[in-house]
Structures are given as C-alpha cells and as structure tokens.
C-alpha cells in the first residue's frame, strides 16, 4: 500500500471542472474521497466514471449547499462521526454572481460560497486534520485576487454591488486566510496553502447566463491562457499527493511553483481583521 492509498481526502466543488479533474486523478491514486458538491446527476456520474477509470470503491458523494451554513455544520458533523481523521481538505468550490443575492444566512452569496464556506469548513474540521500525521489544507484562489482592496466588503447592499469587485475580494480572501491560518497552525503538523489554477474551460460562471460564461472563456482564450480542467487541477492535485511539498505552508501556487500573491495578501493585520470578521459571520465563539 503507498502513502497516498492510505489518505483520506475531502473535495468540495468536486462534480465538475477542477473538482472533478481533482478527483479523478486522486481516485486513481487509491485515495479514499469524500466528495462534497450540490448535483446529485453530476455525482452519479464522476463515481460512475471514476470506477470506470480506477476502480476505487473508497469514494463517497455528499450532498450540500455550501454557502448554506447549516448544511456546511452538518457535512463537518457527518465526516467527523464517520472518519476518524482527514488528510487533505481541498477548498475547491466557487461561484461567481452577476447580482447581488443573499445566502440563506443573509450574507452576500459570493462572500458567503467563496469564503466563508472554506472557512467555516476548515475550522470545523481542524481537530480531525489534526489526527492526520501531515495534513494539508488547499484552498483554490484566482488571479482575480489582484487589484482589490484588503478591507473587505462582506456587507454589500444591492445598489452598490460590482460583482467584480465582490469575486475578486472573495478570491483575496481565500489567500488571506491561507495565510492567517497557516500562522494559526504553526506548531501541528497542517500545512495551508492556496492555489491559482489559471483560466480553466470549465461551466464556471455558466449560471449567469450564456454570455457571461462566453467572456469568461474568450477573455483567457484571448490571452492563449485557456486551459483544460485536467490543467488546472495539476498543481492541486500535486500538493494534495506530492512529497516534495511536505512541511510547506502560508504559500500561494501556480504552475507547481510558489510564488508571490498580491502586495495586499500578506498584510498580517487584515488577516485577523478577516479572521475575526469571519468568526462573527459564522456565529463562532471566539476565546
């Protein structure tokens, strides 16, 4: 048995695109998968085709809303009863919203899908990480972090919403609470890092319409950067499976490579102002 049959791996986002490219290629591993998306069809068909592919029988579906933070509770809930440890949490789940909507917890729905959810979700989830001898927590982030300020804007009111700014800060989010979390973990035996995958040809952004889900793709199409989802999970896939990133943490990737974020992702001081921003969205009780 390698080291990798051994791993038990959370995907969320995990019935299409990266998530599912992701998946596969951890699933021929041997790896035991807990994949986590909201399309009961789409699952049936990534377990379908990964028994094709590998034959690995160690994978689970769960059903669950993540910007829902009821359902998000209950899915750390079900994974700790039945695991007695997670290895690799990958935080791959992402949406992007041409208006403004509200979660079912009345935050604003990008903030509250992007962020929030991998938050609350990672921390939930801490005490089973920590049972893993070198767990690694992935969250996938995006180019669109640059450019944006780090004084987040979770409070958005629908006359003033620019959904490019509010996916962009939720994208910067994820690196910041990368950051703040691997100083948080300093000590365990849990690394955290972020990852961006590129301009991946994927349904990304496909719920705002036909159009929307075109620019996306003619935008990097024209920058001869549009690549496959198989392309954009590779560096996902390598941290979550390779050696050669054991003990790296507070880092954010792109091509195998770790390399710099955004001058404004490493400031330490909007890290705890997201953190405890974060917390109080949660409901958390901090202490």
């Known amino acids: 048995m390698t080291d990798t049959q051994e791993k038990i791996c959370l995907i969320t986002g995990a019935t299409s695109g990266i998530g599912r490219a992701t998946a596969l290629a951890l699933a021929a591993m041997g790896m035991t998968l807990i994949l986590v998306g909201r399309n009961e069809r789409k699952a049936a068909a990534v377990l379908h085709q990964i028994q094709g592919h590998s034959g690995n029988?160690?994978?689970?579906?769960?059903?669950?809303?993540?910007?829902?933070?009821?359902?998000?509770?209950?899915?750390?809930?079900?994974?700790?009863?039945?695991?007695?440890?997670?290895?690799?949490?990958?935080?791959?789940?992402?949406?992007?919203?041409?208006?403004?909507?509200?979660?079912?917890?009345?935050?604003?729905?990008?903030?509250?899908?992007?962020?929030?959810?991998?938050?609350?979700?990672?921390?939930?989830?801490?005490?089973?990480?920590?049972?893993?001898?070198?767990?690694?927590?992935?969250?996938?982030?995006?180019?669109?972090?640059?450019?944006?300020?780090?004084?987040?804007?979770?409070?958005?009111?629908?006359?003033?919403?620019?959904?490019?700014?509010?996916?962009?800060?939720s994208k910067l989010a994820n690196v910041i609470f990368t950051y703040e979390l691997a100083r948080r973990l300093v000590g365990t035996r849990i690394t955290a890092n972020a990852v961006d995958p590129g301009g991946v040809a994927t349904n990304f952004a496909r719920n705002n319409g036909l159009l929307a889900w075109a620019k996306h793709l003619v935008y990097y199409a024209g920058k001869r950067e549009l690549i496959t989802p198989k392309q954009g999970a590779d560096t996902v896939v390598y941290l979550a499976s390779s050696p050669e990133v054991e003990g790296m943490t507070g880092q954010f990737f792109y091509k195998r490579k770790s390399i710099r974020s955004s001058e404004v992702s490493y400031d330490e001081q909007a890290g705890l102002m997201l953190w405890e921003m974060s917390e109080k969205l949660v409901n958390k009780i901090t202490g």
């Open 57 to 169: 029988a160690n994978v689970e579906f769960l059903r669950v809303d993540l910007s829902d933070q009821g359902e998000v509770r209950g899915l750390a809930a079900k994974v700790a009863k039945k695991h007695d440890r997670l290895d690799i949490l990958i935080n791959n789940a992402g949406s992007r919203f041409d208006n403004y909507l509200e979660s079912v917890d009345g935050i604003e729905l990008t903030f509250a899908t992007n962020h929030l959810a991998a938050f609350l979700l990672t921390t939930l989830l801490l005490e089973s990480l920590k049972r893993s001898f070198g767990a690694r927590v992935i969250t996938i982030s995006s180019g669109a972090h640059h450019g944006v300020s780090n004084r987040f804007k979770a409070y958005w009111q629908p006359g003033s919403y620019d959904r490019k700014i509010a996916y962009g800060q």
